[in-house]
């Protein structure tokens, strides 16, 4: 055992991604960023909080903090919005191995209360955090490329594509397909990446556009980049990775 009065046995990652539009008359225009912090602890378990800001109106602003155990599965969550520059809602989300639960406040709903069954332990969590989108292609093979994979339970903290309701535990399936792997440039450097697509969401109130992300090649799942198409035309980047 050390003597030193000092503990650091957990590394950090934090990084910053440029949100910007691909329509043509906002081609490359910023419309929003997010910082985030990382951190790993010694037995393998990880948390992430991360500051979202989506500028096109109305406003979303958005905090989280999600954290993972060794084997990547979710323990718990905290989210909280505002939208039009006006608070939204708050809530925390816990995630047992039979069910899921959150006890949450909204400016519409007042106090909520749910807990839904799950017929397994739940494998990912969508909070909307544009830095944890890598995180669910841990679940997807990469000796499969152009096949389309399910995974039939994805839980979100909001079933809206901009993360800006509730927030309140939602349920749908998700099908991705490898695309392959790839050298990618950003402005925060160039990796040896993973190229998957979110090509359809079973349950969603409104369909969302085919959705392509990019993280590393190093089992970390760290994003790099992701584009989507459709009505949505735009561009996440990440453009600061610090590793400390």
Known sequence: ???????????????????????????????????????????GSRTVSAHCEIDDRPCVMRDITYSLDADWMPKDCFVRISVGDRFMGTGWFRFHPQYAECETYTALEGRVSQRMDLAAPLRSFQNHAIACDAWHLRLFSQRRPGEVQSLDQLLLSSPDHRGATGPML?????????????????KAGTFDALHFQFVSAPGLPQEHPPYDVWCTADGEFQFLRAGAGGYMQTHYELVELIRD
């Open 170 to 186: 939602f349920s749908i399936g998700i099908h991705v397909v490898f695309v392959g792997a790839e050298k990618v440039t950003v």
């Open 1 to 43: 055992m050390s003597d030193s009065i000092i503990q650091r046995e957990h590394r950090n990652v934090r990084g910053t991604i440029l949100y910007t539009s691909s329509k043509p008359e906002r081609l490359g225009q910023e419309r929003g960023r997010e910082y985030f912090v990382t951190t790993v602890h010694a037995d």
